[in-house]
Structures are given as C-alpha cells and as structure tokens.
C-alpha cells in the first residue's frame, strides 16, 4: 500500500495536484539530508522485504506452516 509506506516509513510524497507535486519535488531536490534519509530507508526496505533472503525466509514459513 503506498500510502502506508509514504506515512510509517516516508517513502515518497503526497500531492493533490500538480502544483503540490512540484513543491514536493523542489523541497526534496532542495534537501540533501532528506534525500539520503529516504534512499537509505528505501534501501534498507528493499532489503528486508524483496532481497532473495527474504524471499526464501518467506518459504521457509510458508513449508513450515
């Protein structure tokens, strides 16, 4: 669900229109630190929810349950 990986871990932004989206994108291009802070949590969310570890983590659950 986007909106919930925009709300728990900040990944990405909300806008109601294009002019929303344009500030958004100005600020987040204006900010250094919060780009890497998103990237990073980005990262690490891929990591733990996509990398072949979780996949066969996620196996392992399921043949054992």
Known sequence: DPDQLISTKGLGIRAKNDDEMRAAL????????????????????????????????RYIELIDS
Do not use: I, P
């Open 26 to 57: 100005q600020n987040l291009l204006a900010d250094t630190k919060v780009r890497e802070r998103m990237g990073d949590t980005a990262r690490a969310f891929a990591l733990a929810n996509y990398s072949a570890t979780a996949a066969a983590n």
